[in-house]
Nanobody, 125 residues
Framework: QVQLVESGGGLVQAGGSLRLSCAAS?????????MGWFRQAPGKERDFVAA????????DYADSVKGRFTISRDNAKNTVYLQMNSLEPEDTAVYYC?????????????????WGQGTQVTVSS
């Protein structure tokens, strides 16, 4: 089992920045895990935001966040990050971290095995 704990959410004004973190624990040692970030706004489905491969060499982003968000990871710390710049009110959502075994990257929620509890991001206009 793998446990994921997100942090770093909060309230920020439009144009501001936040950095989300997702710490993984449990059966991570010696395993290869692809990681991703998803978000869910009130009344909407959970959407893909960003994904990163095990080695960090491959990433992918939703069109709505390209150029503003950056996903990265520190495998020594079992942590994945989401740097969010130029935030917009439309970015308001609960952000979830996800993980699955594998060395590639994955953009569908159904591809992931483990999920965190989510962290709220609210962007005011």
């Amino acid at each position: 089992q793998v446990q994921l704990v997100e942090s770093g959410g909060g309230l920020v004004q439009a144009g501001g920045s936040l950095r989300l973190s997702c710490a993984a624990s449990g059966r991570t040692f010696g395993s290869y895990y692809a990681m991703g970030w998803f978000r869910q706004a009130p009344g909407k489905e959970r959407d893909f935001v960003a994904a990163i491969s095990w080695g960090g060499g491959s990433t992918d982003y939703a069109d709505s966040v390209k150029g503003r968000f950056t996903i990265s990871r520190d495998n020594a710390k079992n942590t994945v990050y989401l740097q969010m710049n130029s935030l917009e009110p439309e970015d308001t959502a609960v952000y979830y971290c996800a993980a699955r075994t594998g060395t590639g990257y994955y953009i569908k929620g159904t591809d992931y095995t483990y999920w965190g509890q989510g962290t709220q991001v609210t962007v005011s206009s």
